[in-house]
């Protein structure tokens, strides 16, 4: 069954708006979660590394003030994609590690696909 | 800069007709080499982790196999629920933190 749940599964905005896109851990604590971002025909590329209780850490080229995350507990990671353009039109996957050893796999949600009018 | 490459990019498979994926992958120390199964439209499916070159591992139709520099993913009498993108993910053992590095993956179909 699925450990990583992201809501919602297809969103639909206008140019200039914000959206908030939600991840949860189910049934185990992830005190750091992962936001992916696919293109089509591309591959997985990491945007950021959200760390409960602390400030995400972002990968390089990612504008860390238009793809806002936001850790507040131990099940709920939050990316949030500020005055969105139709360039951020993507699919946006978040991840975890059900804690255990430091080779355990990580498991992805069912994403999220944005598309900006 | 680790890099994931695999191949084919697609594949057309009948019914039964067995096949390999490839994944050639650099990186500076492996900690771990995933495979994905992703469905159109939803995330990543975790399928299988190899650590060290010989490992196998095995989920019905499906065998994983790693040497030092790819990794292999064998499809024996493949079915029409088998088709799917097969992500293959590396980890580095150092330097790296928890990131992932993806290829951009085999678009396998199989026909009846």
């Known amino acids: 069954g699925a450990v990583v749940s992201q809501h919602p599964s297809r969103v639909i905005c206008k140019s200039g708006t914000s959206v908030k896109i939600e991840c949860r851990s189910l049934d185990f604590q992830a005190t750091t979660m992962f936001w992916y971002r696919q293109f089509p025909k591309k591959s997985l590329m990491l945007m950021a590394t959200s760390n409960e209780g602390s400030k995400a850490t972002y990968e390089q080229g990612v504008e860390k003030d238009k793809f806002l995350i936001n850790h507040a507990s131990l099940t709920l990671s939050t990316l949030t994609v500020t005055s969105a353009h139709p360039e951020d039109s993507s699919f946006y996957i978040c991840?975890?590690?059900?804690?255990?050893?430091?080779?355990?796999?990580?498991?992805f949600g069912n994403g999220t696909r944005l598309t900006v009018t | 800069e680790d890099q994931v490459t695999q191949s084919p990019e697609a594949l057309r498979l009948q019914e039964g007709e067995s096949s390999s994926l490839n994944c050639s992958y650099t990186?500076?120390?492996?900690?771990?080499l995933f495979w994905y199964r992703q469905d159109p439209g939803k995330g990543p499916e975790f399928l299988f982790t190899l650590y060290s070159a010989g490992e196998e591992k095995e989920k019905e139709r499906l065998k994983a196999t790693l040497t030092k520099k790819e990794s292999f993913l064998h499809i024996t009498a493949p079915k029409p629920e088998d088709s799917a993108t097969y992500l293959c993910a590396v980890r580095r053992l150092t330097g790296g933190g928890n990131k992932l590095t993806f290829g951009t993956g085999t678009q396998l179909k199989v026909e009846l």
């Open positions: 991840s975890a590690r059900i804690p255990g050893t430091a080779y355990s796999p990580l498991h």
């Open positions: 990186v500076s120390g492996l900690r771990g």
